[in-house]
């Protein structure tokens, strides 16, 4: 059974840092792109970071450039996501997800990623 695993989430304060994790299960995607979504009550889920399959290409949505850098180590088949100066407004559900096609760079809709995790909680208290 195919699955990633998110991990690492929790409350921190403002101006705070955390390291999420993605584990994937089940499979190897390292000739997917992964991708790194929030959600919030509400509200749609929406891109935050995405990263090639090799590494060598990564891109952010404009709320986490500067702050957020992703990285993955395809030997354990693991995404990571490092935020940095967290505010309020990142307090979320973020969730991972890998590209459905393989070696496609660059996707930001949650229609482009399949195999969502189930989450992991991040709250910023101010």
């Known amino acids: 059974q195919v699955q990633l695993a998110e991990s690492g989430g929790g409350l921190v304060q403002a101006g705070g840092s955390l390291r999420l994790s993605c584990a994937a299960s089940?499979?190897?995607?390292?000739?997917?792109?992964m991708g790194w979504f929030r959600q919030t009550p509400g509200k749609e889920r929406e891109f935050v970071a995405g990263i090639s399959p090799s590494g060598g290409r990564i891109y952010f949505a404009d709320s986490a450039k500067g702050r957020f850098s992703i990285s993955r180590d395809n030997a354990k088949n693991t995404v990571y996501l490092d935020m940095n100066r967290l505010t309020s407004e990142d307090t979320a559900v973020y969730y991972c997800?890998?590209?459905?096609?393989?070696?496609?760079?660059?996707?930001?809709?949650?229609?482009?990623?399949?195999?969502w995790g189930q989450g992991t909680q991040v709250t910023v208290s101010s």
């Open positions: 997800g890998a590209d459905r096609v393989p070696y496609r760079m660059g996707s930001v809709r949650i229609t482009e990623y399949d195999y």
């Open positions: 089940g499979r190897t995607f390292s000739s997917n792109s």
